[in-house]
T-cell receptor
Framework: DAGVTQSPTHLIKTRGQQVTLRCSPKSGHDTVSWYQQALGQGPQFIFQYYEEEERQRGNFPDRFSGHQFPNYSSELNVNALLLGDSALYLC???WGQGYRNGYTFGSGTRLTVV | GQQLNQSPQSMFIQEGEDVSMNCTSSSIFNTWLWYKQEPGEGPVLLIALYKAGELTSNGRLTAQFGITRKDSFLNISASIPSDVGIYFCAGPGGSSNTGKLIFGQGTTLQVKP
């Protein structure tokens, strides 16, 4: 049974470009949350998608947007990339929206902005 | 906003030693979660605490929910090389069963065989 799958694993982009990261949730999960983890820091909540809608959002600018598809997979889009967007982007899936339902994290996408 | 502070930032210990780390907050949390992250992987939940004063074990790991609800502690007994990783505390960043978690900055543990 596959866990959470994220692609790509690594990515290098130039400042000002746009990027799309992908996440397939664990089988049986219907909710996807995205986190940004800067080097040496803990993960920071970006947003959560449930029933194809953004349900909660952290303190991130509108340059960060997302989408959830009918099969529960999700995309994270970042526009107008800044050097400070360089980080590990983690996807976490769960059955239902609450943290008590238990999150399964993927291994992340390492984004480097140059 | 809500913030979690972990100490120490890093630890370098000998195999077999016991380890203690803690997490504090300026605001009350009604849940404390402890995660471990190994290189190249996402965080994995170790222990969840839901009640002030609660003491919960998972093998050689023991965590406690502080009485003030503003702190939590994680102990690892008889450390082994596979305990290496970054340990994060986390708590809910909102209503009772919010989807948002607040993470501390982590305690990096290295174990010398």
């Amino acid at each position: 049974d596959a866990g959470v799958t994220q692609s790509p694993t690594h990515l290098i982009k130039t400042r000002g470009q746009q990027v799309t990261l992908r996440c397939s949730p664990k089988s049986g999960h219907d909710t996807v949350s995205w986190y940004q983890q800067a080097l040496g820091q803990g993960p920071q909540f970006i947003f959560q998608y449930y029933e194809e809608e953004e349900r909660q959002r952290g303190n991130f600018p509108d340059r960060f947007s997302g989408h959830q598809f009918p099969n529960y997979s999700s995309e994270l889009n970042v526009n107008a990339l800044l050097l400070g967007d360089s980080a590990l982007y983690l996807c976490a899936s769960s059955w239902g929206q609450g943290y008590r339902n238990g999150y399964t994290f993927g291994s992340g996408t390492r984004l480097t902005v140059v | 906003g809500q913030q979690l502070n972990q100490s120490p930032q890093s630890m370098f210990i000998q195999e077999g030693e016991d380890v203690s780390m803690n997490c504090t907050s300026s605001s009350i949390f009604n849940t404390w979660l402890w995660y471990k992250q190994e290189p190249g992987e996402g965080p994995v939940l170790l222990i969840a605490l839901y009640k002030a004063g609660e003491l919960t074990s998972n093998g050689r790991l023991t965590a406690q929910f502080g009485i003030t609800r503003k702190d939590s502690f994680l102990n690892i007994s008889a450390s082994i090389p596979s305990d290496v990783g970054i340990y994060f505390c986390a708590g809910p960043g909102g209503s009772s069963n919010t989807g948002k978690l607040i993470f501390g900055q982590g305690t990096t543990l290295q174990v010398k065989p």
